[in-house]
């Protein structure tokens, strides 16, 4: 017998007769022996039309309000699904955040979780009952609900199956795992059976979206053993562990890329101490994140070229906050440029082996692709191209690291 968290995205519950698919796939585990606590996001479509109507309202509106408004989802869907259960003579119940609770902070919109009361949980276990959480929601100091942001539902499960100590958190999507890259760009793609938690999280943070960033975090620090599979298949997903896990470390474990990139590149720019915080520390304030940042060598001592990206979503008030700092850092012009994507090749088997930069860039000069900017980690490399050549680059790169499925 062991205990599991099984966690259900917005397509595997996406209507009522897909929430009875759930249904049978949860009394199934118990039928096996397991203790099961099962987290829920809302139907797919649902939270995206909760803040349409916020908006709809009120434009401008109040965080706690829109809180309680967008977390409706989940609610609705954690009773349906515990309705479902019962049907089928499985004992259940729904738990809503403030009810556990799954305590959080007071940060509205984007809240994270301090602690998770698991008392009540763990005495239901006892009496056999299946407990089914909405996730995305937290408890707030002042009692008020609070969201976790958008794919929230994923760390909500990650923190309760922690908080459970559970053996394994399961996350059903609609895709059967992790896999070597997006299986709809490349046709060769491979499902991974195994993945490290640093390569997950890199991987999610460059573009990835089969788990949110903030999940695969959580899993790593609190050392949650973590599944990726489908709801709509009986395929074996892929398994996020630690690194001590996998025997046979490939190279380069995967490849990921963001079209969500924009690039900005200021022309000489005063070589002197302080212009980078001048530069960056608007952007900063502005709540706006920078990723790659290039600075190129002065000749002269006198002046420099500064390149850095940002999200697509941001590249409007980046440029309005650069502009407006223009006097306090000194540059000639400004060039700005969204029609960018960011590649990275990702990889633990980096540590230990040299030539990974070099066969990604003789790939991509192979077929005529122009390298923008370039950043580097422990175990990921990422270059900045334009955006046309996405999908080539991911196919060219996938074959030159031997990725491609036989």
């Avoid at 397991?34 to 809302?42: G, H, Y």
């Avoid at 995206?48 to 009120?58: E, M, P, V």
């Avoid at 709540?287 to 070229?305: A, L, P, R, Y």
């Avoid at 991911?394 to 030159?400: E, G, K, N, W």
Wanted: net charge negative; with cysteine; charged share 25%.
């Amino acid at each position: 017998m062991a205990r599991l968290v099984m966690k259900f995205g917005g397509t595997s519950v996406g209507d009522v007769d897909r929430i009875r698919e759930v249904a049978k796939r949860v009394h199934a585990s118990v039928e096996e022996g397991n203790e099961v606590a099962v987290v829920v996001s809302a139907m797919a479509g649902t939270t995206d039309q909760l803040a349409k109507w916020t908006s709809d309202i009120a434009l401008f509106h109040d965080a706690r309000e829109y809180d309680v408004v967008v977390s409706a989802g989940e609610q609705i869907t954690a009773g349906l699904l515990a309705l479902a259960l019962q049907d089928m003579g499985v004992s259940a119940r729904s738990w809503l955040a403030w009810q556990l609770p799954i305590r959080s902070d007071a940060v509205h919109g984007n809240a994270r979780i301090e602690e998770i009361d698991c008392r009540e949980l763990e005495k239901r276990f006892q009496e056999g009952q299946v407990a089914v959480v909405a996730g995305f929601q937290g408890k707030g100091e002042d009692g008020r609900t609070t969201t976790l942001g958008r794919g929230g539902s994923d760390t909500s499960a990650v923190a309760l199956a922690a908080a459970l100590r559970a053996e394994r958190c399961d996350i059903y999507t609609d895709v059967e795992g992790v896999f070597t890259a997006d299986p709809r760009i490349v046709a060769k793609a491979r499902k991974l059976d195994r993945i490290t938690y640093e390569e997950m999280l890199e991987m999610a943070s460059q573009g990835a979206r089969v788990l949110q960033t903030r999940s695969v975090s959580m899993a790593m620090n609190h050392q949650v053993r973590v599944q990726v599979l489908s709801s709509f298949s009986n395929s074996p997903g892929t398994l996020v562990v630690d690194e001590d896990e996998v025997v046979e470390k490939q190279v380069v474990s995967g490849i990921a890329y963001s079209r969500d990139e924009a690039k900005i590149t200021l022309i000489r720019v005063a070589d002197r101490p302080g212009v980078a915080a001048a530069i960056f520390g608007p952007l900063a304030d502005a709540n706006i994140n920078v990723d790659i940042i290039v600075q190129s060598v002065s000749e002269d001592g006198k002046s420099t070229d500064v390149t850095f990206t940002v999200k697509e979503a941001d590249f409007e008030r980046a440029v309005g906050v650069v502009e407006s700092a223009k006097d306090s850092v000194g540059f000639d012009r400004m060039i700005s440029d969204s029609n960018v994507a960011k590649v990275s090749v990702i990889g633990v088997g980096m540590r230990s082996h040299a030539g990974v930069a070099q066969c990604m860039f003789s790939a991509l000069a192979e077929k005529g692709i122009n390298i923008h900017a370039i950043s580097t980690s422990e175990i990921k490399v990422s270059v900045l191209i334009s955006e046309e050549y996405t999908e080539l680059a991911l196919r060219s790169l996938h074959t030159a690291y031997g990725l491609d499925a036989n």
